[in-house]
């Protein structure tokens, strides 16, 4: 076994997959040698699964090659990855996968970043699949990758060599498409005497059109899915995106609901933690789909809530005292039970503050200056845990103390 396929469930990485089942002649090994895996975020779009299990599996087994499914087993490293089948002879998708993103996101009380890494894509995937390589597959010399467009910088993390394995000599294979080419070559920065990048899809001239158009061909659907986590906000970035979106939550109105949950959480702690960029879905839920609106705000009411402490310190970088280096958060939970029961506790610690859609009460308001602090109570959808680091409150008393040092000067 010396050929390894990142499949990601998607249109890129099923397009590319089907290609090197159908034409032989697209690839320089055989079958045999090819082993195929997908690491399961648990959060995928039902549908998806449906269509690999009707699709992509049978061909599979008629070929004998080897599928694995793995998944994160928990929140931390330590506790490792699960394989949730391993033969070649897959008989269905595991889609639910173990420790889904979704959990960490509730723990955390936030959501996926669209910002620099794509992390939850590097710690739900790339890490799950290094990890079942390194300890399933450690012969593995060869790496493709059937990624989707507009994921981020997953090239420089698998043209790294595994914790504990150095690779033997081989070839990275991306599924970058036709219009990838600016990503492509920020992928070759990465290349080694030991791993070069190959993109199958842009040799071949292939965009997203044309990837659809094969899938269409072979299957016979007309529409494979992009894959994504029913909340993935960078399915929201485009207006296309968002209208896409809006027609998966008419076909599976409880994958709104998660997300809407998951968005309210993390907007109780964070009014800037939208999964939409200046926006939020709420609003774009409430104003084209308001029957999916008002179902959730009655499961709203329905949801345990909890009251939450935040406190919040922003630190000035020291090269350029006016732009912020990092933002820490304290993280409390004081108190749970029903939603009008935490609301009303909230309201009773203080002057309300309600201008974003939510009871807060803000014992520090953030400054205009740097170092800057927040403090607040608000009640949210429960969930959350208390974290926060171990330096966070000496990071929350000197900026205490330098903003009481601009003052008094």
């Given amino acids: 076994m010396n050929i390894v396929l990142s499949y990601g469930l998607g249109v890129d990485s099923t397009a590319l997959l089907l290609r090197w089942l159908a034409e032989p002649r697209t690839r320089d090994f055989d079958l045999r040698d090819l082993l195929v895996v997908t690491s399961m ?67 955390a009380g936030t959501i996926p970043q669209t910002g620099g890494n794509r992390l939850c894509s590097m710690k739900f995937k790339g890490w799950v699949i290094d990890r079942y390589l390194a300890e399933h597959a450690p012969q593995a010399t060869r790496h493709a990758f059937g990624y989707e467009a507009g994921e981020a910088r997953r090239a420089e993390r698998c043209a790294e060599a595994m914790p504990g394995h150095e690779p ?81 939550y008419d076909s599976r109105p409880e994958s709104a609901l998660e997300a809407l949950m998951m968005e309210r959480r993390a907007l109780a702690l964070n009014p800037r933690s939208s999964l939409m960029i200046g926006e939020r879905l709420a609003d774009l839920i409430t104003l084209h789909r308001p029957g999916i609106d008002a179902v959730f705000q009655q499961r709203l009411d329905e949801e345990p809530h909890s009251v939450y402490e935040v406190r919040r310190v922003w630190r000035p ?69 208390d974290k926060a680091l171990p330096n966070f409150d000496a990071w929350w008393n000197k900026a205490a103390q330098e903003r009481l040092d601009l003052v008094s000067a």
């Avoid at 036709?178 to 899809?201: I, K, M, S």
């Avoid at 609301?343 to 807060?360: C, K, T």
């Fill in 41 to 107: 975020t648990g959060d995928e779009w039902p549908r998806t699964g449906v269509l690999v299990q009707e699709h992509i599996l049978p061909r599979l087994r008629a070929a004998g090659i080897r599928y694995a499914q793995v998944a994160r087993a928990g929140r931390s490293q330590t506790e490792g990855i699960v394989v949730l089948d391993d033969t070649d002879s897959p008989e269905r998708i595991h889609l639910a996968g173990a420790y889904r993103l979704s959990d960490e996101m509730a723990l």
């Fill in 168 to 248: 033997e000599p081989g070839r990275l294979v991306f599924g970058y498409e036709a219009g990838e080419v600016t990503r492509a070559r920020r992928a070759t920065d990465y290349d080694t005497p030991r791993r070069v990048a190959e993109f199958p899809l842009i040799d071949w001239g292939w965009d997203r059109e044309e990837c659809q158009a094969y899938i269409e061909h072979i299957t016979g659907v007309s529409d494979w899915p992009k894959s994504a986590c029913v909340y993935c906000p960078f399915a929201l970035t485009s207006r296309e995106g968002r209208m896409r979106t809006l027609r998966r």
């Fill in 317 to 385: 970088r020291a090269s350029d005292p006016s732009k912020v280096a990092n933002a820490n958060r304290d993280l409390r939970v004081l108190a749970s039970g029903s939603r009008s029961a935490c609301e009303a506790r909230v309201r009773l610690q203080g002057r309300v503050d309600g201008s974003d859609g939510f009871d807060r009460v803000y014992l520090t308001r953030r400054g205009k200056t740097l170092p800057a602090r927040e403090h607040f109570l608000v009640a949210g959808p429960a969930g959350a845990v």
